[in-house]
C-alpha cells in the first residue's frame, strides 16, 4: 500500500517538475471506431457546441467530393455516423480556419478525431489569434505517413492525442488547421486542462497524511503483539 502510495506521490512530483520544459508531442494515435467511442468531447461541433472560430466552416453530415465527418462521430446510421456536425477548412471551406480556446487556462493535452488524414493537412499550435508565434506544426504524415485521406480506413481516421508541457500549456491558445485541397476535417474536441498547482499541492499533503495514517496503525499493531 505504502510503495502504491510513495508511486502516485512520485507522479505528481513529476507532474510538476515537468513544468521545467516546454514541448508540444503527439501522445497516442488510435484508429477510429464507429460508433465512437473516445472521451467526452469538450465540442461536437453540433449546434451549441461549437468554439468561436476565424475561417472554415461548421459542417453537418456530409459525404461529398469536398469533406467527409470524420469516422465513426456522431449518432446515425451510415460509415460516417450520421448528420452531426464536424469542423472543416479548405478552398471550398475557408482556409486556414483558426479555433479560439482562450477560454481554457493551462491546457494539459487536447484530443480529435483527425477526419481522413491528407498529406496535405497542417496543424498548428499557436500562441495568438494571427499565429506569429507558432508553438508546433504538425503535418498530415506526422499522424498516418503515408497519409492518403482514405475516408473509410480507421487508421487514416484517428483519435490524435496531443500532450502539453511547460510554458507551452499558458501560452497555446489557438489551434490552426491549413488545408491547400478541399479538405481537413476534425470532431469530437477534447480539451483537458492541467490541475492547478494548488489542487497537487493538497494531493500530496493527502497523500503524505495517509501514509503518516499506515504507520502509526503500524506501530500501534505491533506494540500490541509486543
Not at 460508433?35 to 468531447?41: I, L, R
Request: include cysteine; charge should be neutral; glycine fraction near 12%.
Amino acid at each position: 500500500m505504502r510503495k502504491t502510495l510513495f508511486g502516485m506521490a512520485a507522479v505528481a512530483a513529476l507532474t510538476i517538475s515537468s513544468a521545467a520544459s516546454a514541448a508540444i508531442t503527439i501522445g497516442s494515435i488510435t484508429p477510429g471506431v464507429n460508433p465512437y467511442a473516445g472521451p467526452a468531447p469538450t465540442y461536437n461541433f453540433d449546434v451549441g457546441s461549437r468554439p468561436a472560430a476565424a475561417g472554415g466552416a461548421f459542417v453537418s453530415g456530409t459525404l461529398g467530393i469536398q469533406h467527409a465527418q470524420p469516422y465513426g462521430t456522431d449518432a446515425g446510421t451510415g460509415a460516417f455516423g450520421g448528420a452531426g456536425g464536424y469542423y472543416s477548412v479548405g478552398p471550398g471551406d475557408g482556409s486556414p480556419g483558426t479555433l479560439n480556446l482562450t477560454p481554457f487556462a493551462d491546457i494539459g493535452s487536447i484530443s480529435f478525431i483527425w477526419g481522413s488524414v491528407d498529406s496535405y493537412n497542417t496543424l498548428d499550435f499557436c500562441q495568438d489569434a494571427a499565429c506569429a508565434t507558432i508553438l508546433k506544426t504538425f503535418v498530415g504524415n506526422d499522424i498516418f505517413n503515408p497519409a492518403n485521406g482514405n475516408r473509410t480506413d480507421p487508421n487514416t481516421n484517428p483519435l490524435v492525442t496531443f500532450l502539453l508541457t511547460g510554458s507551452d500549456v499558458t501560452n497555446f491558445n489557438y489551434l490552426r488547421l491549413n488545408s491547400t485541397q478541399n479538405a481537413f476535417e476534425i470532431d469530437n474536441l477534447r480539451i483537458n486542462p492541467v490541475p492547478e498547482p494548488a489542487t497537487w499541492a493538497m494531493m500530496l499533503v493527502g497523500f503524505a497524511g495517509i501514509g503518516m495514517s499506515l504507520r502509526r496503525r503500524r506501530h500501534t499493531a505491533l506494540a500490541q503483539i509486543a
